[in-house]
C-alpha cells in the first residue's frame, strides 16, 4: 500500500503534469521542425515538376501522383472488403468456432510488422501471380494491411447502433440486407468513415510494404496503367535522405513537408468526423 | 418484386459469409508464403547455426541471427524504458486530471503523433536526433539502437496512452468512489486502486506497443546504424530483424539461400507478433470481463 503527506501528493500530481507535458512536447518540435524547413522549399514547380540530375533538382510530381494512384488502389481494395467483413461479422456471424477464428485472423493481421506485409505482397503478388513490381501489387499489398483496421472500425460502429433501429426497418417489412443498406450502414456511417481515412493515411505514408512490390528508385515519367511502377512520396524520401549523395536540404525538407501534410491532414480529418459527430450524439 | 427482394436477401447473406471466410484464407495465405520460403533456407543451412550464429554477414554466406535478435532487443529496451512510464503517466492525467476540452486536445495531439509515417521519424531520428547523441556520449557515429529507440518510443506511446486511458476511463465509478471517501487522496487512489484495477488493459497497451516496436522497420533501417553485431550496449550502431530484411531484399538474388534467410527471418517476426498479439488480445478481453 502505497500512502503519501498532502505536499507529496501534490508533487506526485504535477510530476504526472510535466510528464504528460514531456510526452507531447515532441510532436510539436517535429511539427514545427518540419514546417519551418518545408515551407520556404515549396514552390509550383517543385510540386509539378519531374525529378531531375539524378533527383538532386527539379520537383516531386510523379512521387505524389504514384502515392495518389497507391492511395486510390488501397481504398478500392480494403474498403469494400472490410467493411463487408464487419458487416458479416456483427448481423450475420454466430457466436461458434469459425467466426472466433475469423476475430483471432483479424486481431493477427492487426499485429503483423508491415515489412512481412511486404514480403508476403513480394511472394505472393509480384512473383507468384506475376504482376511483378506494379501499383496493382502493391495496392493489393496495402489493401490487405488496411483491412484489420476498416473491419475493426465497422465492428464496432456497428456494434453501437441501437437494436431498435434494426427491429423497427425488419418489422417494416424490409430484408435484412435493406435494413443493413438503408438504416444501419447510413447510421454507423461517420464512425466507419473515421476509421477508413485513419487507416488509408497510415497506408499513404508506408514505405516498407511497397519497397519491393511497387516503386521504383527513380522514374521520370507517370504511370499510365495499374501494371505500372511508380514513385511514392515516403519511399522517394527514404531514397533521397539515405541512398543519393550531396542531395540538397531544400528537397529534403520540401518532399518532407508534402508528406507529413497529406497524412496528417488525412488524419485531422478523421479526428474532425469523429469529435463532430460525438457532440451531436 | 418480394422474391427479388428475398433472392437478394439470400444471395448476400453467403456473399457475406464467402468475405468473411476469405479473411482466414488471407491470413493463411500470407502464413503459408513467408513459411514455404523460409522453410526452404533450411535445405542448404542448419538450423542450429541459424539460431545460434553470431554472424550475419551475407557475403560470407553467414546467416546467424543472434546479432539481429540483440540488435531488436536493444531497440526494444530503449523505446519501452521511454515509452511504458511516460505512456501510462500521461494517460492517468487524460484520463484522471483533464478537462474535457483538454481530453479532445490531448486525444487529438496524440492521434497526430501515431498518424506521422515511419520513414519521417527515420529523417528526423538522422538529421536532426543522431547529430546531438553523437557528442553527447563521444560517439564515431550517432546512428545507434539508443536512436532507434528514442524515435520508437515516439511511436509507441500514442499506442500505450490510447489503450492505457481506454481502460482507466472504462473502470467503474464506484471504485474510485469508496477510495475518495475512505480518505485516500486522488494520487493514492490512483497507484492503489485504479491502476491495479485497471492493469489487464494497460498491460494490453504496453504488449501492442511491444509490437509496433519490433515490428517497425524504415526508422530502425534509417538511423541504428545498420550493423549486424553483438551489441553489449545500446551505444553501439544495431541492424535489427525487420531493418535486415528491407535493407538487403533489394538486392538479393531470388530463389538463392539469402532470399531464402529473409523470408527466414520474417517467420521469426510472424512468431514474435503472433504470440504478443495472443497475450495482447487475452489481457483486453480479461480487461472488458472486469
Redesign the interface.
Known sequence: MFILKKSKAKFLENLIKIITLISVIPIFLIIGYILYTGIPAISWSFLTEMPSDGMRAGGIFPAIVGTLWLTLGTIIISVPFGVLTGVYLVEYAKDNLLTRIINLTIINLAGIPSIIYGLFGMALFVIFLNFDVSILSGSLTLGIMCLPVIITATRESLLAIPKHLREASLALGATKWETITKVILPAAMPGILTGVILSISRAAGETAPIMFTAVAFYLPFLPLTYWDQVMALPYHLYVISTQVPNMPAAYMSGTLFVLVVITISFNLLGAFIRYRFNSQK | MQCI??F??GV??H???G??????I??F??FL??LS?GIKFFNSYSVTDFIFGKKWISLSELYGLLPLLVGSFWVVIVALLIAV???I??A???AE?ASPKVK?F????????S??????L???G???LSGPIKEMFNLTSGLTALTGGIMLA?MA?PTI?SIADDSLEALDKSYKEASLALGA????TI??VLLPAAFPGIFAGVM?GF?RI?????TVL?ITGNSPILATSPLSPVRTL?AT??AE??EVV?GSTHYYA??TI?IV??II??I???I??KFIQKAREL
Do not use: H
Request: hydrophobic share 55%; with cysteine.
Open positions: 427482394r428475398k437478394k436477401d448476400m447473406k456473399l457475406l459469409f468475405i468473411g471466410v476469405s479473411n482466414i488471407i491470413i495465405l500470407i508464403f513467408i520460403n512510464p511516460i505512456g503517466l500521461t492517468i492525467y487524460i486530471y479532445t490531448m486525444k487529438i495531439i496524440i492521434e497526430t503523433m498518424a506521422i509515417p515511419s520513414v519521417v527515420g529523417f528526423i538522422l538529421y536532426v515516439f506511446i496512452v487522496n486522488s494520487v493514492e497507484f492503489n501492442l509490437g519490433i515490428g517497425e522497420t524504415l534509417m525487420t530484411i528491407a531484399m533489394g531470388q529473409l523470408f520474417g517476426l510472424f507478433s503472433f504478443t498479439n495472443c495482447a488480445e
